[in-house]
């Protein structure tokens, strides 16, 4: 599992500048009528200079008229892929810059727009045609007659004050305009702009990340004038929202795929797009207590399971990741990728399981879509032909830390069922309630697929069928809505399928960009991409030695996480990538006690966790929200980052900053109330509060439905002392 960690993807690209593709019209042939009218609500208004589509609720999109809004080329990528770290070029062979209209016709619920594209070494027809579905929804579809073009842009207008929120998890920024975010599944990098880890993962390793590198991208997003675009495109895009008025888009596929959306508030478009494309189910109901990841084999799992028991910790769910068992290799210790349980380990490990269950404690593993280059299963995938493979036709053997790796093709029908085998057989068979799904992310770009489809256009999908094979196993073995596995890599779809989502491999720091701030981010983002179910691993976990500066989890680090953590979904530990630097929730008396108190608290959510949970599974809202979901209107609401509402009656002031005792932030209309003091402030000003270890600054709507239960449920934890 932690090879990943320790060699984490960085991808950088060059491409062609978004401004490049739009050169000039080379003629408008547009209709006398200002007017179109296209379905039964739908508008296409011609002014000098734009083209606006319209229906009853506003306006879905303008076209420039004085510019061209289309463009293609054919490009070819250079890859460079080393350790999963992606490394890539584009060359454009042949660019069509100049745009021609020659016709914008209606037919029935259809407005086509048609012409030509035109360039050096390039020229095609095109067909833009929208299609009216309902006043709320516009579907779209680019085509285009040259087949071999393998580069489409687009381009629409905006205006200075729209802001842009979405594009999966998005761990730097919140509000992305002007920002130019690209769109690849992969790992996120080890410090993504926080230095000098960055620098230094950079110079020997080519592994830094970026302010956009995320293992969940998400071609959707939602703009404060409540509209919504959606692309069901798969490839590499990349998303310019660098000019103040204007949206530009570059997806490397032929043609372009999607939907518009425009209704009367972010959480309506929030709703519309999981409609299309999947929400979370429900989780089980021992999922709400403490998940403790420990590790080491039996003896020492029930040791720690035991101290945290005695001090009340609700410990609902033992998460070890090494359930498979370690071997040595030249770069340390490391999980057998082999799917099997060690009985050395952990001796008789159903029984173990089923000893644990009858405690109430549901026991999970780790699973990835790797095999180790030896082992049965590896053997089994080989003579079958279950692996990726090369250019030559060989198995893509992929260097790992310590030992080569082979992915499986998951576009091969007999590899698919095969897995799911193992999944019901050694998984779910063993005695597990659930499972890591890792990985997802590492497909290599030039690997050869059983079902022809390009690497490059799957790329992004591999982990959604990845979370897609996981959770059909489950279904097929009976167990649909008991068992759980949460995934970190995804794409569009991916809530349709994954149980729950973790945020990955944030650093043990108390960073922007890499470390809890950043874990915050995430989720707001994610949330407003329709990731509704998400959370993080208590403390972080890259861990690293340093001669110029160790990231080592300190005792406050642990704990302020753990305060963060309470108010979510999910309540689970991590270990960290090295254990043995890193605080613990069992490193000290004081630790295990606090850590319980923590449990307990989030155990006292329960019942409204549960709600929320409901209210995500039939309207795709998110547990863990950002302000502006609720309070669009507020104009402060969009920059915020460092807060967050769990649903809609509980307001977090997380402390992130290392060595405070106070926070400050920002209270939305309304009247909210101070839980530990019982004090009362009204909304639509900015605070700052005592938030001391063990009393995080959160705050309860007065005239919340919920409000009552809430304060009942968290007063027993007050140790508030004015």
């Excluded at 690209?13 to 739009?22: A, D, K």
């Amino acid at each position: 599992m932690f090879l990943k960690r320790l060699l984490v993807l960085f991808v950088v690209f060059e491409f062609v500048s978004c401004s490049g593709p739009f050169t000039a019209f080379t003629k408008l042939s547009l209709p006398s009528e200002k007017t179109l009218v296209f379905g039964k609500n739908f508008q296409a208004v011609r002014t000098d200079t734009t083209l606006e589509i319209r229906s009853v609720r506003g306006e879905f999109l303008r076209l420039p008229l004085d510019k061209p809004f289309l463009s293609a080329a054919l490009g070819k990528q250079s890859v460079k892929y080393k350790f999963a770290s992606f490394h890539i070029k584009d060359k454009i062979a042949g660019i069509c810059d100049l745009q021609s209209v020659d016709s914008v016709e209606v037919s029935g619920n259809d407005l086509k727009i048609a012409g030509v594209l035109e360039g050096k070494e390039c020229s095609t027809l095109y067909e833009l045609k929208f299609s009216a579905l309902d006043e709320t929804s516009l579907s779209f579809r680019l085509s285009f007659s040259n087949t071999l073009l393998n580069r489409s842009y687009f381009r629409i207008l905006s205006s200075a004050e729209e802001n842009v929120f979405g594009l999966g998890e998005q761990f730097s920024h919140f509000n992305l305009k002007g920002k130019t975010p690209f769109l690849l599944t992969e790992e996120q990098g080890i410090g993504r702009g926080d230095q000098p880890i960055t620098a230094g993962a950079n110079l020997t390793a080519g592994a830094g990340g970026n302010e956009y590198t995320t293992y969940t991208p998400i071609p959707f997003l939602i703009t404060s004038d409540n509209r919504s675009l959606y692309f069901e495109n798969t490839s590499y895009s990349k998303f310019d929202f660098s000019e103040p008025e204007e949206i530009r888009i570059e997806f490397r596929e032929n043609g372009l795929a999607g939907f518009f959306w425009k209704d009367s508030s972010p959480e309506k478009l929030l709703e519309k797009f999981t409609q299309k494309t999947g929400r979370a189910p429900i989780l089980p109901d021992w999922a709400y207590g403490t998940w403790l990841g420990v590790q080491g084999g039996k003896d020492a799992v029930l040791k720690h399971i035991e101290s945290a028991k005695k001090q009340g910790n609700p410990i609902t769910a033992l998460w070890i990741q090494d359930w498979v068992g370690r071997r040595k290799t030249s770069f340390g210790s490391q999980l057998w990728w082999r799917w099997i349980a060690d009985e050395t380990s952990y001796p008789e490990f159903q029984k173990f399981c089923a000893s644990l269950n009858a405690q109430g404690i549901h026991v999970l593993g780790y699973l990835n879509p790797f095999l180790a280059n030896e082992g049965p299963l590896y053997e089994e995938a080989v003579k079958n032909g279950y692996l990726v493979k090369d250019k030559n036709g060989k198995n893509y053997e992929i260097q790992t830390a310590g030992f080569p790796a082979y992915l499986l093709d998951l576009t091969n029908p007999a590899a698919v069922r095969w897995i799911q085998e193992i999944i019901r057989k050694n998984l779910i068979g063993a005695g597990l309630s659930g499972w890591m799904a890792d990985f997802g992310e590492w497909l290599p770009f030039d690997a050869v697929l059983h079902s022809g489809i390009s690497a490059e256009e799957y790329h992004n999908v591999y982990p959604v069928e990845w979370a897609r094979i996981n959770r059909e196993a489950i279904r097929s073995a009976g167990k649909e809505g008991k068992v759980v596995f949460f995934t970190r890599a995804g794409y569009s779809g991916s809530m349709k399928y994954s149980t729950l989502f973790w945020e990955g491999d944030q650093m043990v720091s108390w960073g922007e960009h890499d470390g809890i701030i950043s874990a915050v981010t995430g989720l707001l983002s994610g949330g407003m991409s329709g990731i509704s179910l998400n959370h993080s691993d208590i403390g972080g976990y890259t861990t690293i030695n340093n001669p110029l500066k160790n990231y080592h989890r300190s005792k406050e680090l642990f704990l302020r996480w753990a305060e963060l953590n309470v108010f979510g979904p999910v309540f689970r530990t991590h270990e960290g990538n090295r254990p043995e630097k890193n605080h613990q929730a069992y490193g000290d008396e004081e630790t295990v006690r606090e850590f319980a108190r923590y449990g307990k608290m989030h155990f006292a959510l329960k019942e409204y966790l549960k709600a929320l949970v409901k209210e995500a599974s039939t309207t795709g809202l998110p547990v863990i929200r950002p302000l502006y979901l609720h309070y669009p209107n507020d104009s402060r609401t969009a920059e915020l980052k460092r807060q967050f509402l769990l649903g809609k009656d509980l307001l977090v002031f997380p402390v992130l900053e290392k060595g405070e005792s106070s926070v400050s932030g920002y209270l939305p209309e309304g009247e909210w109330e101070h839980v530990w003091s019982g004090r009362t402030y009204s909304g639509k000003n900015e605070i700052t509060v005592e938030a001391p270890l063990g009393s995080p600054a959160v705050f309860l709507k007065k005239d919340g439905k919920e409000y009552s239960k809430l304060k009942e449920a968290l007063l027993p934890f007050n140790r508030w002392k004015p």
